[in-house]
């Protein structure tokens, strides 16, 4: 006989559930996914589609047999994580390498704690830091594959183009190395990086619709723009010889994805709205700190990734209003 825990009314119903959710943010995806399938063409393509089938058969395979539980396929999490670990990847990226990414970030960031809920860290991020330590020639490679978008190379005469990021370029030539940055051009279309650097303007619809769609609330992500852009300006204002201005730093690189995307992820982030804001701000500092300072020309995952350790700090200290208290 199952026994059931009835606990004391009032009880909140919502129509929404871990798959609507899950649901919404892959909608939400589809306009930077197409951009970057369109410009990167067949090789984006088979990236997205193995690291989604990994992820997936990976969550599926671990739930059946290490688990011994029904599997959570369903829910579409492990979609979800697949898609955004393509997005932090580069178009040429190895197949193997796609693979050991999925299995970082399934097998140990997500199902070793016991699946969706439980996981202290950002999966995606978790299996692109780890690929980025372990294989960095492959995950700094920015050749551009020609894509659907892009002049045949039997009319170009090559196969491949140079693609180098903005924020390497910074980081190993200084200010000079971007001078003449058209930051228009790099809000609709920024050539080179991975597929969720490519198209600021995409991304940033969205995250509209996942507003519009209550299914994640802005005070991480506007705390995160702010932090950069403060921390930016104060420097920029220092010395704009050495240092980045804020629009630069806000429009650059994997920025608006994690952003967006990835600090926002209900587990690894604060509850509360002050929680949210001082997560954000945190992850914004670091960005430039490692940005400016630091051996990556890149740091939004460390950021992220760093501040989930201090998620359960921030629930201990700040506490949603329960419900039916003043």
């Known amino acids: 006989m199952k026994k059931y825990i009835v606990s004391p009314n009032p009880h909140i119903h919502a129509a929404v559930s871990t798959r609507s959710l899950m649901l919404d943010v892959i909608i939400a995806l589809i306009p930077a996914l197409l951009v970057s399938v369109l410009f990167y063409g067949l090789s984006e393509l088979l990236i997205l589609a193995l690291s989604v089938a990994c992820c997936v058969l990976l969550e599926w395979a671990i739930t059946k047999w290490m688990l011994k539980r029904p599997s959570t396929i369903g829910d579409l999490s492990a979609v979800v994580t697949g898609l955004l670990l393509a997005m932090n990847l580069p178009a040429t990226t190895p197949w193997y390498v796609v693979v050991v990414g999925a299995v970082v970030a399934i ?23 780890f690929l980025l330590i372990s294989f960095p020639a492959q995950m700094t490679d920015w050749t551009v594959p020609q894509g659907f978008l892009s002049i045949p190379s039997c009319l170009s005469g090559v196969d491949t183009v140079s693609g180098a990021t903005l924020l390497g370029k910074y980081a190993e030539g200084g200010v ?4 003449g940055t058209d930051y228009l051009q790099t809000l609709f279309f920024n050539i080179g990086g991975s597929a969720g650097e490519l198209s600021a303007i995409a991304l ?24 950069v852009a403060l921390v930016s300006l104060i420097f920029w204002l220092i010395d704009p010889t050495r240092f ?37 701000a945190g992850i914004g500092l670091i960005v430039m700190m490692i940005r400016y300072f630091g051996s990556y020309p890149e740091g939004v995952s460390f950021a992220i990734l760093i501040m989930n350790m201090v998620v359960p700090l921030l629930n201990n200290a700040f506490h949603q209003k329960k419900y039916g208290r003043n």
């Open 204 to 227: 940033l619809l969205g995250f509209g619709y996942l507003l519009v769609r209550r299914v994640i609330k802005p005070w991480t992500t506007l705390s995160i723009f702010g932090s």
């Open 107 to 129: 097998g140990v960031a997500k199902m070793s704690f016991g699946g969706i809920g439980q996981n202290p860290f950002n999966p995606a991020i978790t299996g692109r830091v």
């Open 176 to 179: 000079e190395a971007i001078a």
């Open 244 to 280: 980045t201005d804020p629009l630069f730093n806000l429009l650059t690189g994997g920025l608006i994805l994690g952003a967006c995307f990835m600090a926002t992820d209900y587990v690894t982030s604060p509850m509360s709205t002050a929680g949210q804001v001082i997560y954000g």
